[in-house]
């Protein structure tokens, strides 16, 4: 049992770390009881609110009552007086007479309560006294009756710190367990294995010739049409608008429910504003998202796929290539530009935090092209050469560190935003000063 959870691990000077499993023992019933927290106040809250609320929408039978009274019903509680709406009423059901002082649903239960005296006096401010109003029963308990009914934004509102514990909770317990017993070395490493087994599909190579030198399996595992390999793109425009689709959908998923709310209070002739002016800030954003997300679909619709082939992989400084472009579309480009360029990333931690930074150290014009007309059914094809520097430094990637090469395609259309595209490539360096390998 020591040797599989020990309290603590080996000695380094005069303290000890500690056990890497018993924090991670920690952190899953950190985020467990998260969960378990956020699953439970859920509960209460349908238990308590959802429920009745649902009950006294659908279940409740309508009928005629007479206002007896208005008043404003007060209690102590923690952070002082706390106000609520009662009405006192009177209707008739099976020739059986009842009075009851009551609101809503939640009045009804004993609850109801707020801290604002003269929102309760508004409240009560809605029924007259000696008039008929409408009033909702329950057919099993004729004394449980409400004036007013519908959903309150409160309630949906309150759901967001438990759905938030349930999320946070949840998310963090599966990466917890995911990564039990696992330590962020020995994920670099296992990652460092499988890359040095990876076959190249170019040219037969089982290994790459340089360690730590990116195998280029996935550029040259596709064939060019018109070139050696056609290189893959980074970051596909497709996944990108799918994305911003998930966000839009997500986002006014969430506020038409508020929205439905805030009509169905103005149809019933009770308008709550205050829930209308909190609504529409983010109803706004809301309809904001929608805006962009269909002009981003015009744009990668009207863009079309851009496609870039490379005589031959991996690279090698000194060196001259031929670069194939096909761009498709429906759009005239006020300028297209390819570029070769070389960033330096370096990976490093700040407290618990892992953070990247990147930095452009290279950049050579390939090829610029002004008033480029791209029509449908006939994609814009040319061809240029790309000479790798003498004494560049070659591809690279640590576990801290990374050196990548990239073929970037930028086009700046008409009326449309500008768009960039990146195509990996990788530079091996020269050996022992030999032009070939």
Known sequence: MARSFRLYEKKRGNRRTGSSKLGTAGEAVFFAALALLGCGGLAVLFVTWVIPEWRANHQFARGVCTVLKTQVGEKQGDDGTLYRPEVQIEYEIDGVTYRVSTYDIHTVRGDGYGTDRDDAEAMCGRFDQGEEYVVYYDPSDPYVAVVIW???????????????????????????????????????????????FAPFSGNGASKPDFPYVPVPTNITNSPGTKLAFRLPVVGSPAWALSAWLVACLLWNGLVSVFVVIVIGSFVEG????????????????????IAFFVRQLLVTTGVGPT?????????????????????????????????LVCDEGATFRHGTDARTETRRVYEQPLLCRDGVEVTGGVPFQTECELAVPAGAMHSFKSGHNEVTWRILVKGSPARWPDFERSFPVIVYPSVNGKSDR
């Open 270 to 289: 009770h308008p709550d504003w205050l829930l209308a002016i909190f609504t529409l800030p983010f109803a706004l954003l809301g309809i904001g998202l």
């Open 307 to 339: 496609l870039v082939e490379v005589s031959d992989q991996p690279l090698q400084p000194g060196k001259r290539y031929r670069l194939f472009l096909s761009q498709t579309g429906r759009l005239k480009l006020d300028r297209l530009e390819l570029l």
């Open 150 to 196: 519908g959903s309150s934004w409160r309630v949906w509102l309150s759901m967001i710190v438990p759905v938030s514990l349930v999320l946070i909770g949840g998310g963090g317990l599966v990466y917890t367990l995911a990564g039990w017993g696992k330590s962020a070395e020995r994920r670099a490493a296992i990652v460092q294995q499988a890359a040095q």
